[in-house]
């Protein structure tokens, strides 16, 4: 079935350094991306998406962009902020009805100052 | 604009107690979702409905979960009876979907979770 297959954590970077956690999938058919981000004590919120190969989502400066190729979806920052510090889960939805979506296990990011 | 309203935000409770998990959705969203966060198994889809209708129901661990969502408005996940391995953080989620399906945006609107131990 479609899963999605996130870097293991946790990463921990001091501030202003560049950020990358890897995120590849499987899926059939195209599939929408999605990264979330978790900060302590709250639920998910979304963080940018992309919905077709080669497209790129950005949000909050967080980039990633959608690899048909080598079915990834990597989330980048240039300069980190302690203010990142939570998790990211890297996630898709099937294209195809009645599904939800599926998310990775999620990536630690602690960064220090 | 209220998010999605989940209680209890903490519940101990004692192996083979009842335990009822409540959500409110966001006001005109009509597909709800039930996940449950644990370290080992990460973010786990539970049940999801769209339009008050159960649509997926194979992530429900066993027959001592279940969920109903009565109207638009209000869902329940209850666990009877609840076991140690039941303690997680269980997150509700609702969303605007097209057709039958869960895809709209793609964005889901999490509420800030219910932690449940069980003793």
């Known amino acids: 079935g479609d899963s999605v297959t996130q870097m293991e954590g946790p990463v921990t970077l001091s501030e202003e350094a560049f950020l990358t956690i890897n995120c590849t999938y499987t899926?059939?058919?195209?599939?929408?991306l999605f990264w979330y981000v978790q900060y302590p004590g709250e639920g998910l919120q979304l963080l940018l998406k992309a919905t077709k190969a080669d497209d790129k989502g950005s949000n909050k400066g967080f980039e990633a962009t959608y690899r048909k190729e080598t079915t990834s979806f990597h989330l980048e920052k240039g300069s980190v902020q302690v203010s990142d510090s939570a998790v990211y889960f890297c996630a898709l939805t099937p294209n195809q009805a009645g599904t939800a979506l599926i998310f990775g296990k999620g990536t630690t990011l602690s960064v220090s100052s | 604009d209220a998010g999605v309203i989940q209680s209890p935000r903490h519940e101990v409770t004692e192996m083979g107690q009842e335990v009822t998990l409540r959500c409110k959705p966001i006001s005109g969203h009509n597909s709800l979702f039930w996940y449950r966060q644990t370290m080992m198994r990460g973010l786990e889809l539970l049940i999801y409905?769209?339009?008050?209708?159960?649509?997926?129901d194979s992530g429900m661990p066993e027959d001592r979960f279940s969920a109903k969502m009565p109207n638009a408005s209000f869902s329940t996940l209850k666990i009877q009876p609840s076991e140690p391995r039941d303690s997680a953080v269980y997150f509700c989620?609702?969303?605007?979907?097209?057709?039958?399906?869960?895809?709209?945006?793609?964005?889901?609107?999490f509420g800030e979770g219910s932690r449940l131990t069980v003793l």
């Open positions: 409905f769209n339009n008050n209708v159960p649509i997926d």
């Open positions: 989620a609702s969303t605007l979907s097209s057709g039958t399906g869960s895809r709209g945006t793609g964005e889901l609107f």
């Open positions: 899926a059939t058919g195209y599939p929408s």
